[in-house]
């Protein structure tokens, strides 16, 4: 069964920044290509990035590009997102996803 728990969300100021980390489980990570969504409140879900199976490829919605970051490590199962120069409109709930499964999700808001 595939598994994926994200951590690392919380409450940050505008300029601020975060280190999301989504720990997967049942199934090839390693093989696997993954990719991160969000959903503000009362929207639809959002594609934020992607990454392929050894990280050497990554893409990004246009206007998040140059402030946030995709990355995996495969020995550790694990794939991040790093969210530098926060802006109030980033405050969602971030989730990482493979194909069509998505974890719980960790939450983002970006405050003064």
């Known amino acids: 069964e595939v598994q994926l728990v994200e951590s690392g969300g919380g409450l940050v100021q505008p300029g601020g920044s975060l280190r999301l980390s989504c720990a997967a489980s049942g199934f090839i990570f390693a093989n696997s290509d993954m990719c991160w969504i969000r959903q503000a409140a009362g929207k639809g879900f959002e594609w934020v990035s992607g990454i392929n199976s050894d990280g050497r490829s990554t893409n990004y919605l246009g206007s998040l590009k140059g402030r946030f970051t995709i990355s995996r490590d495969n020995a550790k199962n694990t794939l991040y997102l790093q969210l530098n120069s926060l802006k109030t409109e980033d405050t969602a709930m971030y989730y990482c996803?493979?194909?069509?499964?998505r974890g719980r999700g960790t939450q983002v808001t970006v405050s003064s």
């Open positions: 996803a493979k194909d069509n499964t």
